[in-house]
Every structure is written in structure tokens, then in C-alpha cells.
């Protein structure tokens, strides 16, 4: 974003503006200029300026920038100078500005104990959106710039956090910084809840209990990135920690390892486990019904079709207005991508939530034994107020496929149901959706209404 499009609030008129908004007094206190390093950007002419977390303008239920600056103001508040003292859960970032110059750099709440919680998305479904951004905002990363392609054993910072992203438990770290962790905020809903960050000085990694599921996946240094990741998957290794251990360069053959953007390495591995699914899914019988599964979960509303039918898969995504990534529009944004049987060549066009929710269906497919056409529709509603990442994707399709289907004998009553429960009319996902054009091509369009 160019600067001249953007107005910059300092410290103190952060603390003017906003520490009125924060319901604590005592957090509202910390907003003084001498106590936290912050500031934060909005674009000019924006509904930001005028609304100032108040007047609601943008049109949801609560200011995103007041829900991440409690919880940021509330982690902040805890660190003091230049050091930090606490357990990482563990969780490690690899982040992609520069590549393959990156900054690389571990993340560590200032609190000691069992952390683990805060990097397991895995076990955050059901939780409130309040809690999540305060394990998010709860973690300081520290950060250093390194090559992506630098070896084992030429940074020893590089090699305590590649240990740390191998640990099974939470490991105490102490980081003492250039300079003190501060934030700067852009209020844009495109930015996922984060916490403070700094430049590394100095970081030291405690005792650490390596996995030695992972540990074996490292040691081999002829074994292939993508049959680690396979094999820790079999294993039973969770994804996000397969994640986390692909993004430090933990895999592959040793003068092929690399860093890996975390961003990217989540969907690389989303990506690598739902392919090798797949296969195995297409050995399996069809399906014998229509089956309706459905989860709602922060506001997001999921209904998945199954049709009785060989392998392919489309997964469409509907933003309302006021939404994350369609917060000023007039209509409903809609994104969709579509495989066939014999899968795509091109990189979806939706991103790391379209192969999030590819793996979750090709997980249920291969525990049952069946194959089948999967359509996934989604609805974003305005109570969706920020992103969280796609794992909310990932275990909110999980979460519809543990629970019992709906099933139907035709096809027009498993429709009636879906729209019945979706905003949206049929004809407006129908537009987008190859599977449903597909099903309906030998039928008459009266017959679902």
C-alpha cells in the first residue's frame, strides 16, 4: 500500500482514540505512550477513520481492530525491555517477505507451563473467536533474516529453531531483543490476528523432548520431503505439526531442504496428504445415497453434498458484505475451484482453503471406504469479523463429517434441504458450481424448487 494513501496515528493518538474503546480500565492504562510501542495505519478515506471502533460502519457486530488490540495491549503489557522469558508451545514462523531472504524466528508467550494449546488448531473448533486471537496475540515472535537454502550447522540461531519445531512439549525460551517487541496495527481485516515482534539478539532453547517420529523424518537425509510428510501423516504425527516441521526445513534430501514460508507450508502439506488420499479414495465403491453434512462455526456456515458418483471435488465460498475479504462491497463476493476425476494442474485460485477442506473429505472417503463428488458450499457472514487462518476451514468440514449425514434417494430433496439452510439462492451457486451443473444437466430446474 503507497504511503500516500495511508494516514499514520502516533502512540499518543492511539492512546486519545482507542483506550476508550477498551472495556478494561487497567489495559486502557497500558495504552500510554511509554508503557507500549505501537501505532497503527488506516487507508485514507476509509470507514475506519470516521467510525473509530463506535459507530459500527463497517457493519459488524464488534470492531476487529478493538478485539485484536485488547488482546495484543493485554500480551504486551507483560513484556518488559528488551527479554523476554516464557515456554513455546512450541511454534516457530517463516515468514515470506524477501524470499528467499526471510525473516525465521520462534514464537513464545510470556507465561510458563504447558502452552501447547496456543499452536494446535486441531483442538480450537468450538472455541470462541475471543479466545483465539488471545492465543494469537498472546505469542511474541522473535525474528532474525536468513537464506532460505543456509545449511545445517552455519546458524546457530537457524538450528535452535528447527530443534524447537521438532519438540513433542512445550520448551522454555529466553530471547532478548535489538530492540522492544512492538506492533504496527494496519487496519485491514486481510491481516490475521498476530503478536508483537522483534529482532533477535540473543535466544536460547531449554531441555527439549524431540518427537521422534519427526526426529526420524530429519535424520534421513535421502528421504523426500513429500514421503516424510506422508509417512508422519500414517503415523499419526498431526498436520499442523507436520506444518510446522516442513516449514523450518526439517524434510527432504539434505542438500535439497529448505525454509519454507509458514503460509505456504501449510498448504503444501494440505496439499501433498489430500492428493496421496485421493488416490486411495478412487479404489473404493461409490456412494448408494445423496448425503447432506453441515457445521457452523463462527459464523461460518458449511453444507457438503456427497453424490453418489466417481471422484471430483468444488468447493465455492460466499462473502457477504462486511465480511474478510469483502468488507465494503455492495453483493455477495463468490470464489470457486473445481477438480475432476483426475485431479487439476494449476494452483487453485481460492488458496490454501480449497486443499484445507479437500483433505478433511478425503480423510472421512478413505476411513469409510467410499468414494463419491463432493460439493462444499460456504457462507461467510458478517459475524466473521477477522481471519483466523484456514485451519477454521480444515476442522469446520471435519467437524460436519464426524456427525451422521442427512441421506436422501434423490437428488432434488437433498437440494431442498441445502438451500434451506443457505441465505443464498440456488441459482447464485449454481452459476459458479460445476458439479451442480453437471448433476442437473439430464433434469428439469423446476423440479428442486
Request: net charge positive; with cysteine; proline share 6%.
Amino acid at each position: 500500500m503507497r504511503k500516500d494513501k495511508i494516514t499514520v496515528f502516533s502512540r499518543s493518538k492511539l492512546g486519545l482514540d482507542l483506550a476508550r474503546l477498551i472495556d478494561d480500565p487497567m489495559l486502557a492504562k497500558e495504552l500510554s505512550p511509554s508503557n507500549v510501542d505501537v501505532s497503527y495505519r488506516v487507508p485514507r478515506g476509509s470507514l475506519c477513520v470516521l467510525c473509530k471502533g463506535a459507530r459500527m460502519l463497517c457493519g459488524k457486530a464488534r470492531c476487529p481492530i478493538v478485539v485484536r488490540l485488547t488482546y495484543y495491549i493485554r500480551s504486551l503489557s507483560r513484556v518488559r525491555g528488551l527479554s523476554l522469558d516464557g515456554s513455546s508451545p512450541p511454534s516457530v514462523f517463516v515468514g515470506r517477505i524477501g524470499y528467499p531472504h526471510v525473516y525465521v524466528g520462534p514464537l513464545t508467550p510470556p507465561v510458563h507451563g504447558d502452552t501447547s494449546i496456543m499452536d494446535m488448531p486441531e483442538l480450537w473448533f468450538g472455541k470462541p473467536l475471543d479466545e483465539i486471537v488471545e492465543y494469537r496475540f498472546s505469542l511474541v515472535r522473535g525474528r532474525f533474516r536468513t537464506r532460505v537454502d543456509q545449511p545445517m550447522g552455519s546458524n546457530r540461531l537457524l538450528d535452535e529453531v528447527r530443534d524447537l519445531a521438532l519438540s513433542s512439549l512445550s520448551v522454555d525460551v529466553e530471547m532478548t531483543f535489538r530492540r522492544r517487541p512492538r506492533r504496527v496495527f494496519i487496519l485491514d481485516d486481510e491481516v490475521q490476528p498476530f503478536g508483537a515482534s522483534a529482532p533477535v539478539r540473543s535466544l536460547r532453547i531449554g531441555t527439549l523432548k524431540l518427537d521422534y517420529r519427526l526426529e526420524k523424518a530429519y535424520s534421513d537425509y535421502d528421504l523426500k520431503a513429500s514421503e516424510a510428510v506422508l509417512d508422519l501423516y500414517k503415523s499419526g504425527v498431526p498436520v499442523s505439526k507436520i506444518q510446522r516441521a516442513f516449514s523450518v526445513g526439517a524434510f527432504g534430501e539434505l542438500k535439497r531442504r529448505r525454509l519454507v514460508p509458514t503460509r505456504w507450508s501449510i498448504t503444501a502439506v494440505d496439499s501433498i496428504v489430500s492428493k496421496a488420499l485421493i488416490e486411495r479414495v478412487k479404489d473404493n465403491p461409490v456412494i448408494n445415497e445423496y448425503r447432506v453434512y453441515e457445521s457452523n462455526y463462527l459464523d461460518n456456515r458449511f453444507e457438503i453434498l456427497m453424490l453418489p458418483e466417481s471422484w471430483s471435488y468444488e468447493s465455492i465460498e460466499a462473502w457477504y458484505p462486511g465480511t474478510v475479504w469483502n468488507p465494503r462491497g455492495g453483493e455477495v463476493a463468490m470464489y470457486g475451484d473445481y477438480e475432476g476425476y483426475y485431479g487439476r494442474t494449476t494452483y487453485a485460485d481460492m488458496g490454501g482453503c480449497y486443499y484445507a477442506a479437500r483433505l478433511a473429505v478425503a480423510e472421512k472417503l478413505v476411513a469409510e471406504g467410499r468414494q463419491a463428488s463432493v460439493l462444499i458450499l460456504r457462507e461467510a457472514h458478517p459475524g466473521y469479523i477477522m481471519p483466523v487462518g484456514v485451519w477454521q476451514v480444515r476442522e469446520n468440514v471435519r467437524n460436519a463429517l464426524r456427525k451422521p449425514p442427512l441421506k436422501f434417494d434423490r437428488l432434488e430433496d437433498a437440494l431442498r434441504h441445502i438451500f434451506s439452510k443457505l441465505a443464498l439462492p440456488m441459482e447464485a451457486w449454481l452459476r459458479k458450481s460445476t458439479i451442480l451443473r453437471n448433476a442437473l444437466h439430464q433434469r428439469k430446474l423446476p423440479a428442486y424448487y
